[in-house]
């Protein structure tokens, strides 16, 4: 079973930066085909922010992000995945929640939570005004 863990979430103000990354830990070895990054705002569900299919180096990203988040691979010390935030919003403060598969969803169906295996518990980031 992988366990994944979230960090580096925080405050920071609208218009800065933050960089959260997602480690994983493992029995065993372990396949992360697809990374992805799903966030929650409050008393709203879960949505998709972005995705890295690790097999060409695609990656996706929700309209809402879309040049100002990363996400980007990183296997040095069993880190997965980070996810980059740039210009951060009021709108951006949420629960971010990072996930993986060892499946290789399509690229519609990635967008969703149920192509997912493997999720973390979350890591807060609030963005004041």
């Known amino acids: 079973q992988v366990h994944l863990t979230e960090s580096g979430g925080g405050l920071v103000q609208a218009g800065g930066s933050l960089s959260i990354s997602c480690e994983a830990s493992?029995?065993?070895?372990?396949?992360?085909?697809?990374m992805g990054w799903f966030r929650q705002p409050p008393g709203k569900e879960r949505e998709f922010v972005a995705a890295l299919r690790r097999s060409d180096l695609s990656t996706y990203y929700s309209d809402s992000v879309k040049g100002r988040f990363t996400i980007s691979r990183d296997r040095t010390q069993n880190t997965v995945s980070q996810l980059h935030m740039n210009s951060l919003q009021p709108e951006d403060s949420a629960i971010y929640y990072c996930?993986?598969?060892?499946?290789?969803?399509?690229?519609?169906?990635?967008?969703?939570?149920?192509?997912?295996?493997?999720w973390g518990q979350g890591t807060q980031v609030t963005v004041s005004s």
């Open positions: 493992s029995g065993g070895t372990f396949s992360s085909n697809v």
């Open positions: 996930a993986m598969t060892p499946r290789n969803p399509i690229s519609s169906y990635l967008r969703t939570a149920g192509a997912y295996t493997n």
